[in-house]
């Protein structure tokens, strides 16, 4: 089992910036690729930014590119997501999930979630 737990989320205005942490426990989570996604309201969930597991590469989505950065720690178990220029469809819960699939982008790539953190950006 892996536990995850998000921070970070809160309010911020346009073109302001948020840091997104996840905290990982349980099995090595040092093995598992790992991965951001967001759901807005009425919307299905979508792929953010995705990191291997050595942290070697990285994947995301064509909304975010040049503004997000994922990264992670294995050491302290961690997996963060800074958030730059921030726009209001940017609004969402956001998840923290790692799973062993091949497919960094998809969400059935991962077989633990977080229970999500608010991100609302106003214009």
């Known amino acids: 089992q892996v536990q995850l737990v998000e921070s970070g989320g809160g309010l911020v205005q346009a073109g302001g910036s948020l840091r997104l942490s996840c905290a990982a426990s349980?099995?090595?989570?040092?093995?598992?690729?790992m991965g951001w996604f967001r759901q807005a309201p009425g919307m299905e969930r979508e792929f953010v930014a995705a990191?291997?597991?050595?942290?070697?590469?990285?994947y995301y989505a064509d909304s975010v590119k040049g503004r997000f950065t994922i990264s992670r720690d294995n050491a302290k178990n961690t997996v963060d997501l800074q958030m730059n220029s921030l726009r209001p469809e940017d609004t969402a819960v956001y998840y923290c999930?790692?799973?062993?699939?091949?497919?960094?982008?998809?969400?059935?790539?991962?077989?633990?979630w977080g229970q999500g953190t608010q991100v609302t950006v106003s214009s």
């Open positions: 999930a790692a799973g062993l699939g091949r497919v960094p982008t998809a969400a059935n790539t991962y077989g633990y």
């Open positions: 349980g099995r090595t989570v040092s093995i598992y690729c």
């Open positions: 990191i291997s597991w050595s942290g070697g590469r990285t």
